[in-house]
Nanobody
Framework: QVQLVESGGGLVQAGGSLRLSCARS??????????MGWYRQAPGKPREMVALISSGSSTNYADSVKGRFTISRDNAKNTVYLQMNNLKPEDTAVYYC???????WGQGTQVTVSS
């Protein structure tokens, strides 16, 4: 059974940076062959895709974060990262990691950006 644990959230001022981590554990296919994604959900809004990374490290981003966020993966550590720069108050949300292959979600980590 695949489990995902996110970390790295917190409170930051607008213009600041944070790096989120998502560590995968448990049974299942090799981490390296699974596409992974970061999603977020702000209060009163639906969950939305932020960034995706394929097994071959191809990436895809929501328009709202292009040029500011970078998704990456370290297959040796079974971990996917989200580097978030130039954060804006509208980036405030709970951020979730997802294993696309197994459709498994992490518990989420809160990111709050103050103006």
């Amino acid at each position: 059974q695949v489990q995902l644990v996110e970390s790295g959230g917190g409170l930051v001022q607008a213009g600041g940076s944070l790096r989120l981590s998502c560590a995968r554990s448990g049974s299942g296919s090799l981490f390296s062959i699974n596409a992974m994604g970061w999603y977020r959900q702000a209060p009163g809004k639906p969950r939305e895709m932020v960034a995706l990374i394929s097994s071959g490290s191809s990436t895809n981003y929501a328009d709202s974060v292009k040029g500011r966020f970078t998704i990456s993966r370290d297959n040796a550590k079974n971990t996917v990262y989200l580097q978030m720069n130039n954060l804006k108050p509208e980036d405030t949300a709970v951020y979730y990691c997802r294993d696309i292959r197994y459709s498994v979600w992490g518990q989420g980590t809160q990111v709050t950006v103050s103006s």
